[in-house]
C-alpha cells in the first residue's frame, strides 16, 4: 500500500483509465472504501483521502477548518491530473470534494469528470439545527448513536470512543463551521445519492445540488438512512464503472 500524504491508493494500477477519489464522511477512514477495490473496474484506480487522526496518521492532529484542509488537499492533488479522474464524497466527504473541486476550476485546472454527492445536503444551503460538536460529550455520543455511523462496538468501548470522539467532534466541528459558497457551475457531471429513509438530509437537499454544476446524471434514492452506501456498495460502484467506462449497471436484487 503506497501513500502519499492525504491520498492513499491501496492498489496501484498503473494502466488504469482513470481515478476513483473518495472522501470520506464524519469519523471515517480509508477501511469504509477498501472493500470497494474488488468490485471497482480494473480500468479504474481506487484513491482514498485519509484525514489526519485516523489509520496511518492517528497521531496528527485533525483539521478542524475547512479552508486549510483543502489547501492541504490541493497541494497533494496536482500529482493526480495526469489522467481523468471522478470525486465521490459521503455526507462531510461531499462538500470536501466540492470545496477542492471549486479550488481546481478557480486555478483553470481539470475537474472531475464525474462528482457523486452521497448522502449530503449541497453545501451552499444554511445548516438546519444546532451544532452537534458543541454538545457535552454524553449527548454527543447519544447523537452519533442515532447516526448509526459507528459501529456498536466502538460505541460501547470506553478505551476505543475516549480515542474517537476528538476525532469525530473534530470533523462535526469542520463540517458544521463550514458555509459553501457559489462561485460559478462545476462542469463535471454531476450523480446525487440518497437513502429515502435518511433523517439528516432531505431529497430537497439533495436535489439543491444541481444549481451548483452544468450538468447532473439525475438522483438516485436507495432504501435505508443516512449510511445507505453500506447496504447498496455493489450497486453504487457498478454505477460508477458505468458513468466513466461505459456499459449498462447490472442489475441488483433488493436488500
Not at 474488488?38 to 496528527?60: F, Y
Not at 456498536?152 to 459553501?180: H, T
Not at 452544468?214 to 449510511?227: A, K, M, N, Q, S
Amino acid at each position: 500500500m503506497s501513500s502519499a500524504s492525504l491520498f492513499v491508493t491501496p492498489e496501484a494500477r498503473p494502466a488504469a483509465r482513470a481515478r476513483l477519489i473518495c472522501f470520506p464522511f464524519a469519523g471515517g477512514d480509508i477501511n469504509a472504501y477498501l472493500p470497494w477495490l474488488s468490485r471497482l473496474d480494473p480500468q479504474l484506480e481506487l484513491v482514498i483521502v485519509q484525514l489526519p487522526g485516523r489509520g496511518q496518521r492517528a497521531r496528527e492532529r485533525p483539521f478542524a477548518r475547512m479552508d486549510l484542509l483543502v489547501d492541504e488537499l490541493f497541494g497533494n492533488m496536482l500529482s493526480r491530473l495526469d489522467k481523468p479522474f471522478a470525486f465521490f464524497g459521503h455526507s462531510m466527504g461531499g462538500k470536501i470534494a466540492y470545496e477542492l473541486a471549486k479550488r481546481l476550476q478557480r486555478e483553470q485546472l481539470p475537474l472531475p469528470e464525474l462528482f457523486v454527492a452521497s448522502g449530503s445536503g449541497s453545501p451552499c444551503l444554511p445548516r438546519r439545527g444546532a451544532p452537534v460538536h458543541r454538545l457535552p460529550d454524553a449527548l454527543f455520543k447519544e447523537k452519533i448513536r442515532e447516526l448509526s455511523g459507528v459501529p456498536r462496538q466502538v460505541l460501547e468501548n470506553e478505551e476505543l470512543m475516549a480515542f474517537v470522539l476528538p476525532i469525530l467532534k473534530a470533523d462535526f466541528k469542520l463540517v458544521e463551521s463550514y458555509a459553501g459558497r457559489f462561485e460559478s457551475p462545476l462542469s463535471s457531471r454531476l450523480l446525487i445519492l440518497g437513502g429515502n429513509a435518511d433523517t439528516l438530509v432531505t431529497r430537497d437537499e439533495l436535489l439543491a445540488w444541481r444549481e451548483l454544476f452544468v450538468e447532473t446524471d439525475g438522483i438516485r434514492l436507495y432504501d435505508g438512512g443516512h449510511f445507505f452506501i453500506n447496504q447498496h456498495s455493489d450497486d453504487i460502484i457498478d454505477r460508477i464503472n458505468v458513468s466513466l467506462l461505459g456499459g449498462e449497471v447490472p442489475m441488483h436484487r433488493a436488500s
